[in-house]
């Protein structure tokens, strides 16, 4: 390329003069050049694709090589009058026009009329119409006629960057080319032309983080590797470079990546500190990890796919698959999963780094989205440890000496290791209105209601007034409840329409699930299902009820057997109550 006097921009100067200049759009520049080749040149084309991946370039080198003195030809010679005016951008035949700023139908009319006059001296007279999207409903509608039947001596070339915004009428009457972002190692492969004609010493790493950055654009990556040159002449240090730059190298990447896998809350938080001091956008570091955590993925799930990253250099690559072996799949699922929700999380609070720094917290400490009521309680309290990631559980032990004198709070009554005394007999959940840690052991039938009132919620338990309340009361409203539920949380009540009404006895309503049903059950027991449906109850009943489920054990019983017969044994208790009452009498047994 002939170099110019003066400062030109390298997006500029190294701009594609010709077809075999064109970076990654092959498919775009084979099908131009036989078109040429069989004289079958379309009067209107439609360039569509994101920016800076080389729409604009490849339409003025399609215009040159329908207006070469030597042409159509697909190696247009570039010295000729029309090729270097067209390289200029001063040819009187090739019109560049800004559909962003030229998006009136007065704009659309005048070129109606300078369509119909002949070329200066070039074959064609052609139109690049760049951001043609932009264009009013008004304009594209003056355009269709000329469009459809224009003059023999017109074409037309439309760039966008949103082909779904342009009438399917303006579409109709084009052929389409959709262009596609560069692969990381087309735009490295440019930058080191660019660095090797300009005689630049950049390390490839540099290269490496400006091609990622770059996100698939050419011109993109152009531009950071000419907004780095003064500094790589000056100074050369890699950390200014990226610090200016604001983009995040491998490096960085490689440093936290380290951190998480050691479980180090302290030096991970630190290093979240440090990069925000350095300048570094934390929203770009953000997005650049979940990459990062793609790539870790992929070593542990497909060896394959990670083979060919091309994206990630070779000693980082080595890196990730030493690193892997502190995580689990499920770690690095849960970790994506949790640096996309503080990404989410980050649009709300206009803050990046307490959603950051949040994610991290809850990975190390593995925090499992469930925290303790402690709001009746001051006896208990709990910490998490880093270093294990897991619940230490610290208790006054004072005030535990008298539990009667004790409020009981969720971790106490629910988070109790395997000495507590309860049976073993089965591994059943029970949930009154709080969470079930799953290292819990219940045998429902083994517990008696004196042994149930030590885990009940305090609230529940105080309640000293009788209630009239049965459990055929509650049959009755239940589906009206369920139906009230349904309007706020739809799973929510497909789960209970899968419950039986197993027994209600002191304030607390238990309910049973088939084997099949496990997960409904784990479902309704968790702790803002359960308060939910608390507060249902007592909307619907005026006092407060109390919330269990258990799993029946005999899988052959029908759903509603175990309800069918509590509510006739109990209608029929009730009914013969009733009669003794009324009529003063007594029951006797034979030989009385």
């Given at each position: 390329?002939?170099?110019?006097?003066?400062?030109s921009?390298?997006?500029?100067?190294?701009?594609?003069?010709?077809?075999?200049?064109?970076?990654?759009?092959?498919?775009?520049?084979?099908?131009l050049?036989?078109?040429?080749?069989?004289?079958?040149?379309?009067?209107?084309?439609?360039?569509?694709?994101?920016?800076?991946?080389?729409?604009?370039s490849?339409?003025?080198?399609?215009?040159?090589?329908l207006?070469?003195?030597?042409g159509?030809?697909?190696?247009?010679?570039?010295?000729c009058?029309?090729?270097?005016?067209?390289?200029?951008?001063?040819?009187?035949?090739?019109i560049?026009?800004?559909?962003?700023?030229?998006?009136?139908?007065?704009?659309?009319?005048?070129?109606?009329?300078?369509?119909?006059?002949?070329?200066?001296?070039?074959?064609?007279?052609?139109?690049?119409?760049?951001?043609v999207?932009?264009?009013?409903?008004?304009?594209?509608?003056?355009?269709?006629?000329?469009?459809e039947?224009?003059?023999?001596?017109?074409?037309?070339?439309?760039?966008?960057?949103?082909?779904?915004?342009?009438?399917?009428?303006?579409?109709?009457?084009?052929?389409?080319?959709?262009?596609?972002?560069?692969?990381?190692?087309?735009?490295?492969?440019?930058?080191e032309?660019?660095?090797?004609?300009?005689?630049?010493?950049?390390?490839?790493?540099i290269?490496?983080?400006?091609?990622?950055?770059?996100d698939?654009?050419?011109?993109?990556?152009?531009?950071?590797?000419?907004?780095?040159?003064?500094?790589?002449?000056?100074?050369?240090?890699?950390?200014?470079?990226i610090?200016?730059?604001?983009?995040?190298?491998?490096?960085?990447?490689?440093?936290?990546l380290?951190?998480?896998?050691?479980?180090d809350?302290?030096?991970?938080?630190?290093?979240?500190?440090r990069?925000?001091?350095?300048?570094?956008?934390?929203?770009?570091?953000?997005?650049?990890?979940?990459?990062?955590?793609?790539?870790?993925l992929?070593?542990?799930?497909?060896?394959?796919?990670?083979?060919?990253?091309?994206?990630?250099?070779?000693?980082?690559?080595?890196?990730?698959?030493?690193?892997?072996?502190?995580?689990t799949?499920?770690?690095?699922?849960?970790?994506?999963?949790?640096?996309?929700?503080?990404?989410?999380?980050?649009?709300?609070?206009?803050?990046?780094?307490?959603?950051?720094?949040?994610?991290?917290?809850?990975?190390i400490?593995?925090?499992?989205?469930?925290?303790?009521?402690?709001?009746?309680?001051?006896?208990?309290?709990?910490?998490?440890?880093?270093?294990?990631?897991?619940?230490n559980?610290?208790v006054n032990?004072?005030?535990?000496k008298?539990?009667?004198?004790?409020?009981i709070?969720?971790?106490?009554?629910?988070?109790?290791?395997?000495?507590q005394?309860?049976?073993?007999?089965?591994?059943?959940?029970m949930?009154?209105?709080?969470?079930?840690?799953?290292?819990?052991?219940?045998?429902?039938?083994?517990?008696?209601?004196?042994?149930?009132?030590?885990?009940?919620?305090?609230d529940?338990?105080?309640?000293?007034?009788?209630?009239?309340?049965?459990?055929e009361?509650?049959?009755?409203?239940?589906?009206?409840?369920?139906?009230?539920?349904?309007?706020k949380?739809?799973?929510?009540?497909?789960?209970?329409?899968?419950?039986?009404?197993?027994?209600?006895?002191?304030?607390?309503?238990?309910?049973s699930?088939s084997?099949?049903?496990?997960?409904?059950?784990?479902?309704?027991?968790?702790?803002?299902?359960?308060?939910?449906?608390?507060?249902?109850?007592a909307?619907a009943?005026?006092?407060?009820?109390?919330?269990?489920?258990?799993?029946?054990k005999?899988?052959?019983?029908?759903?509603?057997?175990?309800?069918t017969?509590?509510?006739?044994?109990?209608?029929d208790?009730?009914?013969?109550?009733?009669?003794?009452?009324?009529?003063?009498?007594?029951?006797?047994?034979?030989?009385e």
């Amino acid at each position: 390329m002939d170099k110019k006097e003066g400062y030109s921009a390298f997006a500029l100067k190294y701009r594609p003069a010709n077809f075999n200049e064109v970076v990654g759009q092959r498919h775009v520049v084979s099908a131009l050049e036989n078109a040429i080749l069989k004289k079958r040149v379309h009067h209107a084309y439609l360039f569509s694709g994101p920016r800076g991946v080389g729409k604009t370039s490849l339409a003025r080198i399609f215009a040159k090589a329908l207006n070469c003195e030597n042409g159509p030809t697909v190696t247009p010679c570039g010295k000729c009058i029309n090729c270097t005016s067209i390289a200029k951008g001063n040819s009187l035949d090739v019109i560049e026009i800004d559909g962003a700023s030229n998006r009136g139908i007065d704009e659309i009319r005048a070129l109606r009329e300078a369509v119909k006059l002949s070329s200066s001296g070039a074959r064609y007279k052609i139109y690049i119409i760049d951001e043609v999207h932009m264009l009013t409903q008004e304009a594209f509608n003056a355009l269709l006629k000329t469009l459809e039947e224009p003059p023999s001596h017109v074409k037309f070339i439309f760039a966008t960057t949103h082909p779904q915004k342009v009438l399917p009428t303006i579409l109709s009457r084009c052929q389409k080319f959709q262009f596609k972002l560069l692969t990381f190692e087309e735009i490295v492969s440019k930058l080191e032309r660019i660095i090797k004609e300009e005689n630049l010493n950049i390390d490839k790493d540099i290269l490496h983080s400006i091609a990622r950055s770059a996100d698939g654009s050419i011109r993109d990556a152009e531009s950071l590797l000419d907004q780095i040159v003064p500094i790589v002449l000056e100074k050369g240090d890699v950390k200014d470079i990226i610090s200016f730059l604001g983009i995040v190298d491998e490096t960085t990447l490689n440093e936290m990546l380290t951190f998480i896998a050691e479980r180090d809350i302290e030096k991970s938080l630190d290093f979240i500190h440090r990069i925000t001091q350095e300048g570094k956008d934390l929203g770009t570091f953000l997005n650049s990890f979940i990459e990062h955590l793609r790539s870790v993925l992929l070593s542990k799930v497909s060896k394959k796919a990670f083979k060919e990253l091309r994206e990630v250099s070779p000693y980082t690559k080595e890196f990730i698959v030493k690193k892997a072996e502190a995580f689990t799949t499920f770690d690095i699922l849960k970790l994506i999963d949790l640096f996309i929700e503080a990404k989410s999380l980050s649009r709300k609070l206009n803050s990046v780094r307490i959603p950051l720094e949040l994610a991290v917290v809850k990975f190390i400490t593995n925090f499992t989205g469930v925290y303790p009521d402690s709001s009746k309680s001051g006896t208990d309290k709990q910490i998490f440890s880093p270093s294990s990631g897991v619940s230490n559980k610290i208790v006054n032990k004072e005030k535990s000496k008298d539990i009667k004198n004790t409020n009981i709070s969720s971790e106490s009554c629910f988070q109790r290791e395997k000495k507590q005394p309860y049976p073993e007999k089965n591994r059943k959940g029970m949930s009154l209105g709080m969470t079930l840690n799953d290292e819990l052991d219940f045998d429902i039938d083994g517990i008696t209601w004196e042994e149930e009132k030590k885990v009940l919620p305090k609230d529940i338990i105080s309640e000293k007034e009788e209630i009239s309340l049965t459990i055929e009361d509650i049959s009755r409203k239940w589906p009206s409840v369920v139906a009230e539920i349904s309007k706020k949380r739809v799973s929510l009540a497909s789960y209970l329409k899968e419950a039986s009404l197993h027994s209600f006895e002191g304030r607390i309503l238990t309910l049973s699930f088939s084997p099949r049903h496990s997960f409904y059950k784990e479902a309704v027991e968790s702790l803002k299902n359960t308060k939910f449906i608390e507060n249902c109850l007592a909307d619907a009943f005026g006092c407060r009820l109390g919330i269990r489920c258990i799993l029946l054990k005999d899988k052959d019983n029908p759903k509603d057997t175990k309800k069918t017969e509590l509510i006739k044994e109990t209608e029929d208790e009730n009914f013969i109550n009733e009669l003794l009452d009324t009529f003063g009498g007594n029951i006797h047994t034979d030989g009385e």
